[in-house]
């Protein structure tokens, strides 16, 4: 069996990364402590879906997200097939998803601003 060989780590092993107050991912700064929190309440499925909705719906535009689930499903799977995901089993999960977004009045979602921030926000820079 050959030997695999894995790229070094982005950070050495030896710096703590623990007290770190924001994680970037893909465009965004993720409040650690908040995540934190939320993750007590919620499941791990529920942050993978919720994450995998404002990478796939809301980063890109920026804009609200209507929570129509057929089409969320539909989109999920397509673009990321590992999900296999279904409308029961998001509905199954939808009390937890929603608690990483924003209800906004007329029901679309926003991801929490105590949560997700912008790279490129003042507090960041």
């Known amino acids: 069996m050959a030997e695999t060989k894995l790229p070094k780590p982005p950070v050495p092993a030896n710096v703590d990364l623990r007290d770190l107050k924001y994680m970037p991912l893909f465009g965004m700064f993720i409040d650690v402590e908040a995540m934190g929190d939320i993750n007590q309440e919620t499941s791990p499925e529920s942050m993978v879906i919720a994450i995998d909705i404002i990478l796939e719906f809301w980063l890109p535009a920026q ?19 590992r999900h296999n995901l279904s409308v029961a089993v998001f509905e199954e999960h939808r009390p937890d998803i929603e608690k990483f977004f924003t209800v906004l009045e007329d029901g679309r979602w926003v991801p929490n601003p105590g949560i997700f921030s912008l790279v490129g926000d003042d507090e960041h820079s």
């Open 63 to 81: 804009e609200p997200v209507l929570p129509d689930v057929e089409r969320i499903v539909e989109r999920l799977n397509r673009s990321l097939p």
